[in-house]
Structures are given as structure tokens and as C-alpha cells.
């Protein structure tokens, strides 16, 4: 939703030539671009909030939506402006003390919460939209939330990013790792509308400064720019904005630097019963999915702005469910979407239900079980807050991702379905999403973004959520045991080969950097980045010499 700290949308943006200066918010005493200080992000912005362990607000703030990790920092401070962020680091560092980031605090792993960091720079507070007159793009303040911004960009300037669907993701760590959402197949990644990128960094002699790097191809930062295209977050230093312009944009109109949203939506869902689903019928479900996007990859197909999850969530859950969605202005929408449900869900002699119950990481979904048109942002806003894992306050979870060249072999479905129809585990929250991927993602170059994986046709992600510390061992149990099942003759990871492509960075796996686990041989930085990896350590040995921003799986120094 919009509040009082966005700029610039609406009938405001009619004002847009006063309010905005070279960085792209209020007036500010602006450092000269990618040499400076940092910049003010308002006049008479609020001064930074230190919050310590005694304060009745610490415990809020020491944790994410994964309540497995739980930091215990010095402090945490709450920024306003890039300059608050070059005045935290640079205390931190001259004391010596362990820094991270924290955005909207979804991360799936321990890179923000962990025993080591003393300093948390929560950057929500930071979550201003706008539109920079002078650089043509929108500037977007790395602590908003995606629902923040579908919101200022579409109600501002009828514009939209193809980015996550989880409504209260921040910005700062999605964007960085990629950026995938269900516009994805139609418009690419986030990344491939990243301009350029404000980051706080420290010189090796100890000094804090904000860079702006550009896609330019003169900016002699242009290196931090690529860093950030699904290098991942944590890794370079503090990123306080973004700029995004679409790289086809012309002329001066702020409704044409973007990408536009369609009009209106359909949207589907529907349930499919465990309860008459054998190994047969089940092997030809999941095959149909993986069929049906090696078919349907290309960007220029029919299809190519359909997105569709199918959540196979573990046999307590009681039922399987396919949502999708598909720009309901395309020629024969409608006739197009009901041929895909139908594709894969026809030859299975199972009649679909309504989704009356969770599934996946979705509430009930009745109404939609006939296709319905809505507009885009009411779809947005529904889909992206029906999804109780993310309020819940208990949640724990593990997390591990694929990216798919081919469809599932019948080895990779016996393990699929042997996994989920184990009587062990009685967990309804556990599950195998597998989420549409390629069209226009797949146009881009591997190392022309930090992105390295542009010819997946889907993804697969394998995850639990339970609510009791009790519950952790079986549930790591098997999210590991069906995981490395699948990738077996990997070494129990998606090695990069013909039919996997490594994972993605945005779901974090905790498990990846343990041999006991990834018996694959292969790095998890090469799993991760594949080639683009030796560039990154390039980039971190330029902007973070002291290696002050690390975590767990951040990218090292190049070894000397």
C-alpha cells in the first residue's frame, strides 16, 4: 500500500522536475555520483534509531519470517538515508564489529541472523518510490517491500517490475539474487530492468562511501552494477536504491522507461486428491508439467505470459494443487488457459477439485477453481498476501532449489513420489513446488547478468515449514532425503548438465556447503554462479577488500 513516504506517485508525480535531484528523491546535499559520501534521502529525514537488547522492540527485529535463526547483535539501527547507512558502517568497522542487512527478513538461511554479526543495519525504513527525471528511471529505496512498489509504480505511472509474488519481500535481497516472479516468462528477470544501484562500501583503508554504478557502459562502476545482478545480497556492501529502466525505454515519459503489467488477469486453481493419485497417475502428472514447458519455453509463444506453480505438497496434505496465471488480454486467453490446465491434468482420470484447503504455500482458493478475469493488481494483491507462511510467528523452515532444463525422469519421479507418500513424516506443510520459468528469462546472455541460469524451463523448490524446535529433526530429515534422492546421480544436487542447471541464490540452501551433503564434487559457488564466479571475486576484491560484508555463503576474495 502506499504511505507517507513514497514520492512521487500519483498526481504527485506531476511534480516530479522539482522534487527530484541527480539521485532521485528530495533535495539532498548530493555527493557526486559514484564518489561521494552519500546523499540524504529527505529533507528533515527522522535521525537513525539504535535499538539494544533491553529495549521491548529488540526481539522483533533480531529474527526473520525463518524463526531458525535468531541473532543476538549489540544493536540494531534503524536507517532513513544513505548517509545514516555511511555513518553506521563506519562506526561499525572503526569498532571493529560484524555487520548485516536486513530488508524485508525472508531470508531462508542464517546470512542476517547469526552469532557473529554485532551490528544489524535494518534498512525498512527505507522504502521510498520514486521517479529521477534526470537518469529516466525509477528509484526505489532497497528497504520497500514488492507490494510497495507494484503499488507506487502501477497507481503512479501504470508500470510494474516482474518481480516475487510474496507480498512482503524486501526489495534489497530480491533484486539483488535475480528477481523472478509470475510476469518473469513475458519480461525477464527484475535484474533485466536494473539500471543502476546506490551501495555503501568500504575502501580498503577503512573508509565508508556510497557508489552509484550503472549499466552504462563508460561507468567505470559498471562492474558493481553486474555484481548485482544475481550476485546476491550481503555480499558488496549495503545497497540503499535502485534505478530501474527497461533496456528497450526511450523518450522522456516515466510511463514509457518500464515495463507494463497487462490489463487483467486470469487466474486458476485447483486440487487434485491424494486420495486418487497412484504411483502411476502421479508419474503422469508430474511428466505432464515438465512436457508442457519444454514444449512451451520460447518468448514468443502463445503462452509465453502463462506462469503456473504446481504444489505437491506430502500425501498428509491431502491434496496436490495447480495454480496459474495468464495476461488475460492475449488472443484466446481464456480457451489457452483452460488447454493448459487441461494438458495436464486430462490423461490422469482424476476429476479436479476446488482448492477448498492450503496448499503449497497458498490458503484456500475456492473462487478460482473456473478461471477468473481480474485486474492485474487485484490479482497481485490477493496472491500475494494468501500465503499463511508468512505471518506466522513459529515458522521454521528448510529450503532447497533446482533450476530444470527437462522435465523429471521416472527415476527422479519414483524418488518424488516415494518421499511424499512416506508414512514418517505426517507433515502437510511439507512439499516439492515446481514453478515456471524461460520465455523471455532465457533471450538474456549468461554472463551478461550476474544471472547465470537463462535456459531453464522451470524451477523446483523443496521445502518444510513446522512451528516447534522439537519438530526440526525429522523435518530436516526429509527435506535433505528427497532432495538428494531426486539428484542422486549428481551426487544429490543439480549439478549443471543437460537436464539441471544449479540453484538459485534467492532461496538460500544452508546445506550446500557441506560435503556430507552435496557429495556432488561440484562448488556450491559453481551451483550458484556457475562461470560468472571468478567476476564476482573480482568485483568483491574492488569494492569490499576487507571483506567487511560477509555471511555464510557470501562471495570470498580471489584467492592471491
Known amino acids: 500500500m502506499l504511505n507517507r513516504r513514497t514520492?512521487?506517485?500519483?498526481?504527485?508525480?506531476?511534480?516530479?522536475?522539482?522534487?527530484?535531484?541527480?539521485?532521485?528523491?528530495?533535495?539532498?546535499?548530493?555527493?557526486?555520483?559514484?564518489?561521494?559520501?552519500?546523499?540524504?534521502?529527505?529533507?528533515?529525514?527522522?535521525?537513525?534509531?539504535?535499538?539494544?537488547?533491553?529495549?521491548?522492540?529488540?526481539?522483533?527485529?533480531?529474527?526473520?519470517?525463518?524463526?531458525?535463526?535468531?541473532?543476538?547483535?549489540?544493536?540494531?539501527?534503524?536507517?532513513?538515508?544513505?548517509?545514516?547507512?555511511?555513518?553506521?558502517?563506519?562506526?561499525?568497522?572503526?569498532a571493529g564489529k560484524r555487520i548485516s542487512i536486513r530488508g524485508g527478513g525472508h531470508c531462508y538461511a542464517d546470512f542476517v541472523?547469526?552469532?557473529?554479526?554485532?551490528?544489524?543495519?535494518?534498512?525498512?525504513?527505507?522504502?521510498?518510490?520514486?521517479?529521477?527525471?534526470?537518469?529516466?528511471?525509477?528509484?526505489?529505496?532497497?528497504?520497500?517491500?514488492?507490494?510497495?512498489?507494484?503499488?507506487?509504480?502501477?497507481?503512479?505511472?501504470?508500470?510494474?517490475?516482474?518481480?516475487?509474488?510474496?507480498y512482503s519481500v524486501g526489495v534489497g535481497g530480491h533484486i539483488s539474487g535475480g528477481g523472478y516472479g509470475m510476469l518473469s516468462r513475458r519480461h525477464g528477470l527484475t535484474i533485466d530492468h536494473l539500471y543502476a544501484v546506490e551501495v555503501v562500501v568500504v575502501n580498503a583503508d577503512g573508509t565508508a562511501?556510497?557508489?552509484?554504478?550503472?549499466?552504462?557502459?563508460?561507468?567505470?562502476?559498471?562492474?558493481?552494477?553486474?555484481?548485482?545482478?544475481?550476485?546476491g545480497g550481503g555480499n558488496y556492501g549495503v545497497i540503499t536504491r535502485y534505478w530501474f529502466r527497461s533496456p528497450e525505454a526511450t523518450g522522456s515519459d516515466p510511463a514509457k522507461q518500464l515495463m507494463h503489467p497487462p490489463k487483467d488477469v486470469y487466474v486458476s486453481a485447483i486440487s487434485l486428491p491424494w486420495s486418487k493419485l497412484d504411483k502411476a497417475r502421479f508419474a503422469t502428472l508430474v511428466k505432464n508439467f515438465g512436457t508442457w514447458h519444454e514444449k512451451n519455453g520460447s518468448p514468443d509463444s502463445p503462452y509465453a505470459s502463462l506462469c503456473s506453480f504446481l504444489m505437491i505438497n506430502h500425501r498428509a496434505n491431502n491434496s496436490i494443487g495447480l495454480l496459474t496465471q495468464m495476461d488475460a488480454t492475449v488472443p484466446d486467453a481464456e480457451k489457452l488457459i483452460n488447454a493448459y490446465v487441461a494438458s495436464i491434468t486430462s490423461a490422469l482420470g482424476v476429476k479436479a477439485e476446488p482448492?477448498?484447503?492450503?496448499?503449497?504455500?497458498?490458503g484456500p482458493m475456492p473462487d478460482f477453481f473456473t478461471p477468473q478475469r481480474v485486474?492485474?493488481?487485484?490479482?497481485?494483491?490477493?496472491?500475494?498476501?494468501?500465503?499463511?507462511?508468512?505471518?506466522?510467528?513459529?515458522?521454521?523452515?528448510?529450503?532447497?532449489?533446482?533450476?530444470?532444463?527437462?522435465?523429471?525422469?521416472?527415476?527422479?519421479?519414483?524418488?518424488?513420489?516415494?518421499?511424499?507418500?512416506?508414512?514418517?513424516?505426517?507433515?502437510?506443510?511439507?512439499?516439492?513446488?515446481?514453478?515456471?520459468?524461460?520465455?523471455?528469462?532465457?533471450?538474456?546472455?549468461?554472463?551478461?547478468?550476474?544471472?547465470?541460469?537463462?535456459?531453464?524451463?522451470?524451477?523446483?523448490?523443496?521445502?518444510?515449514?513446522?512451528?516447534?524446535k522439537n519438530q526440526d529433526p525429522q523435518n530436516l530429515a526429509w527435506t535433505r532425503e528427497v532432495?538428494?534422492?531426486?539428484?542422486?546421480?549428481?551426487?544429490?544436487?543439480?549439478?549443471?548438465?543437460p537436464a539441471a542447471d544449479g540453484c538459485y541464490i534467492n532461496y538460500p540452501d544452508s546445506d550446500i556447503t557441506d560435503p556430507q551433503q552435496n557429495k556432488s564434487g561440484v562448488p556450491w559457488t559453481t551451483l550458484y554462479y556457475k562461470d560468472n564466479y571468478p567476476r564476482l571475486q573480482r568485483v568483491k576484491a574492488a569494492y569490499d577488500p576487507g571483506n567487511v560484508f560477509r555471511h555464510s555463503q557470501s562471495i570470498a576474495l580471489p584467492k592471491q
Open 113 to 166: 541472523y547469526n552469532p557473529d554479526v554485532r551490528v544489524v543495519i535494518d534498512m525498512t525504513a527505507m522504502d521510498q518510490v520514486g521517479y529521477d527525471e534526470q537518469r529516466k528511471a525509477f528509484v526505489v529505496e532497497a528497504g520497500a517491500t514488492l507490494l510497495h512498489v507494484y503499488e507506487s509504480l502501477y497507481k503512479g505511472w501504470g508500470v510494474a517490475l516482474p518481480g516475487g509474488m510474496c
Open 7 to 94: 514520492m512521487l506517485t500519483g498526481t504527485a508525480a506531476a511534480v516530479a522536475g522539482a522534487a527530484v535531484t541527480q539521485t532521485g528523491l528530495a533535495p539532498t546535499r548530493a555527493a557526486a555520483a559514484g564518489t561521494g559520501a552519500g546523499a540524504e534521502a529527505g529533507a528533515g529525514a527522522p535521525a537513525a534509531v539504535t535499538v539494544l537488547p533491553d529495549d521491548p522492540r529488540y526481539a522483533d527485529l533480531v529474527v526473520g519470517n525463518n524463526t531458525r535463526w535468531v541473532g543476538r547483535p549489540e544493536s540494531v539501527r534503524i536507517v532513513h538515508t544513505t548517509e545514516q547507512v555511511v555513518q553506521t558502517v563506519q562506526e561499525a568497522v572503526r
Open 355 to 362: 482448492l477448498t484447503s492450503a496448499v503449497g504455500e497458498q
Open 375 to 468: 485486474p492485474w493488481l487485484a490479482s497481485v494483491r490477493f496472491l500475494g498476501t494468501n500465503n499463511p507462511t508468512l505471518t506466522n510467528p513459529t515458522l521454521r523452515g528448510i529450503h532447497k532449489s533446482a533450476y530444470l532444463r527437462k522435465g523429471f525422469n521416472d527415476a527422479q519421479i519414483a524418488a518424488l513420489y516415494k518421499h511424499l507418500t512416506r508414512t514418517d513424516l505426517q507433515n502437510p506443510s511439507s512439499m516439492v513446488v515446481l514453478l515456471s520459468y524461460g520465455g523471455k528469462i532465457n533471450t538474456v546472455r549468461p554472463g551478461d547478468t550476474a544471472s547465470a541460469q537463462r535456459d531453464s524451463i522451470f524451477k523446483g523448490l523443496f521445502q518444510s515449514f513446522w512451528p516447534d
Open 209 to 231: 562511501r556510497a557508489v552509484v554504478a550503472t549499466r552504462e557502459a563508460g561507468d567505470p562502476n559498471r562492474d558493481l552494477w553486474w555484481a548485482h545482478t544475481g550476485g
Open 483 to 497: 532432495y538428494a534422492d531426486v539428484f542422486a546421480s549428481t551426487g544429490g544436487y543439480p549439478v549443471p548438465g
